[in-house]
C-alpha cells in the first residue's frame, strides 16, 4: 500500500487569478512535472466546486493544458455581480487562487521530496 501524505495545493502547484465580469478564472501550475496527474485526479471540477462552495459558483469548468503541466478554471457568478457591481473589498477576485491554493490534496510519500514550503503545511 502507497503511503501519501495530505498537503495544501500551494505545495505542488502556483497560481494566478483573472476576471471578466461575474467569472473567475484560476490557473494552477504545478512545481514539478510529476505533480501533473496527481493533480489532475484530485482538482476536478466538483472538487473546486466544493472548495469554492460559499461563493455558490453556478458552473466551474476546467481546461487541461498538459504540455504546460498546468490547468485553468473558470468559475461563474462567484464575483458578486462583478467589479462595477461588487461591494466586497476584492471586487476582481485576485486573492481566489489563494482559496484554491490552500485545498488539500493527497501525494504519495515518494514524491514528497518535491513539495516546496514548510513541512507542515
Known amino acids: 500500500m502507497t503511503q501519501v501524505r495530505k498537503v495544501a495545493l500551494f505545495r505542488a502547484a502556483h497560481g494566478r487569478t483573472g476576471d471578466k465580469g461575474n467569472r473567475s478564472n484560476i490557473s494552477v501550475i504545478v512545481w514539478h ?3 501533473y496527474p496527481l493533480l489532475v485526479a484530485q482538482l476536478t471540477p466538483e472538487a473546486v466546486a466544493t472548495q469554492f462552495g460559499h461563493r455558490q459558483p453556478s458552473r466551474v469548468q ?7 503541466h498546468a490547468m485553468n478554471f473558470v468559475l461563474d457568478d ?3 455581480g462583478g467589479v462595477n457591481d461588487a461591494l466586497n473589498l476584492d ?5 481566489l487562487s489563494f482559496l484554491l ?20 503545511a
Do not use: C
Open 78 to 80: 462567484v464575483l458578486d
Open 101 to 120: 491554493l490552500d485545498m488539500s490534496i493527497e501525494v504519495p510519500a515518494s514524491l514528497a521530496h518535491l513539495l516546496i514550503g514548510p513541512a507542515d
Open 62 to 68: 476546467r481546461f487541461l493544458l498538459p504540455k504546460l
Open 91 to 95: 471586487a476582481h477576485g485576485k486573492a
Open 33 to 35: 512535472p510529476e505533480f
